[in-house]
């Protein structure tokens, strides 16, 4: 998620104050549609799943989130030759298969979205990945959006994903031709439900408790899943889990917000620290060489950038802290070291922070990246 979306962030959010969630995915590993020309599909296979660590969130012998592996593909035996590795060689308590994405340069390959033009395929693809993690004790997922162009297909595609051996479906309520846009539909959410007996996790504009209750309310869904709501407030899993609830009758209740401000405050400040010591921790620029002066300011601009790059989002929800985003941005890693920032961006937090609103950080969609 624009340098977000890697291991730095979720250690971040998943260490000290923030956290609050079960389980934790990775970003999408793209297999290719076709093997390349003389590649060795197994060492294929290898490079492409290096980085996956399934114990990226492990902080000690007993505080461990655990953390699934998504891959992306079009090709049932690579998907199963990946599935294989993945579940056998790096231990992956669960691989996903993903259905949703929407970006063209994916969904032009026949992987992501455009699976679910046909059911058949999916059930290919899905059966091809718990063949691959068979005998491993590794969960198989899948990950969907309701629909390519339209969400006609959604029932086939859920009974082909269950068919093929999916333990449960995470699904973000929109098609591929939505991106985006509007509202996330729950009551899609709520047709996967009685459409299958296995568990689905509702996905789409959960931002508060509040949200996540209606999510329950509308949909009857077994869990959420969410994503652009976490980059603005680190805060809203622990958030949801500790107002959101379901009494005796089945009756989804909020409370009212467990943290003071102060303590919310503290706990928003741990996640910078840990997030910039993630970031300290780095010695060269990625593609970057070490040594010389020039470089050493390299490497200070990447990691003033990443700050940034947090800041960007968490002041966005922010009414108080918004005004405060152009002087942050305008800090000039070249005259104010990395320190410097996060020290300012700590003030700045202590100051002015406020439970964020319900606003979607929508800068993705606007990109067209993921969209
Ligand atoms: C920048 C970005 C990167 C994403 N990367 C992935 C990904 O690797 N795999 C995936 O299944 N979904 C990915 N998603 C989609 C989210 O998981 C989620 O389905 C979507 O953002 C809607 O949920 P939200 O409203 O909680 O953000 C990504 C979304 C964004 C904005």
Aim: with cysteine.
């Amino acid at each position: 998620m624009e340098g977000l979306g890697d291991a730095r962030f979720r250690v971040a959010l998943a260490a000290n104050g923030a956290g609050g969630f079960d389980e934790a995915c990775r970003e999408f590993i793209r297999i290719p549609g076709a093997l390349p020309n003389g590649a060795d599909p197994t060492k294929l296979v290898k490079n492409l799943c290096a980085n996956y660590d399934a114990d990226e969130l492990r902080f000690n012998a007993t505080a461990r989130v655990p953390l699934g592996a998504q891959i992306m593909g079009s090709e049932p035996w690579l998907l199963e030759l990946a599935a294989r590795h993945l579940a056998t060689e790096k231990s992956a308590p669960r691989i996903d298969l993903n259905c949703g994405c929407p970006a063209n340069v994916v969904t032009g390959k026949g992987a992501g979205s455009s699976l679910l033009r046909d059911p058949e395929y999916v059930y290919a693809c899905v059966k091809a990945v718990a063949d691959g993690a068979r005998g491993s004790g590794a969960h198989v997922t899948m990950k969907l959006r309701s629909g390519y162009d339209d969400s006609s297909l959604l029932r086939e595609n859920l009974l082909a994903a269950r068919e093929a051996g999916a333990r449960f479906v995470s699904l973000h309520a929109r098609t591929r031709a939505q991106g985006y846009s509007g509202r996330a539909n729950w009551e899609e959410i709520a047709f996967a439900k009685d459409v299958l007996d296995i568990p689905v996790l509702g996905n789409g504009d959960v931002t508060s408790p509040q949200r996540a209750a209606e999510l329950l309310r509308v949909s009857d869904a077994d869990g959420i899943m969410l994503g652009r709501g976490a980059v603005q407030d680190p805060l809203i899993f622990r958030r949801i889990a500790a107002t959101v609830s379901r009494d005796a009758q089945g009756v989804v209740r909020v409370s009212d917000d467990v943290f003071e401000r102060e303590f919310e405050v503290e706990l928003v400040i741990d996640f910078l620290r840990t997030f910039a010591a993630e970031v300290f921790k780095t010695e060269n620029k990625p593609n970057g060489k070490r040594g010389s002066g020039v470089q050493a300011q390299e490497l200070e601009t990447f990691k003033v950038g990443k700050i940034k790059s947090i800041v960007k989002y968490l002041f966005a929800g922010n009414p108080n802290l918004l005004p405060h985003m152009k002087s942050v941005m305008q800090l000039d890693p070249t005259k104010t070291s990395a320190e410097d920032v996060l020290r300012t961006v700590e003030t700045l937090v202590r100051a002015e922070w406020q439970t964020p609103q319900n606003v979607l950080v929508d800068a993705f969609s606007k990109r067209n990246q993921y969209t």
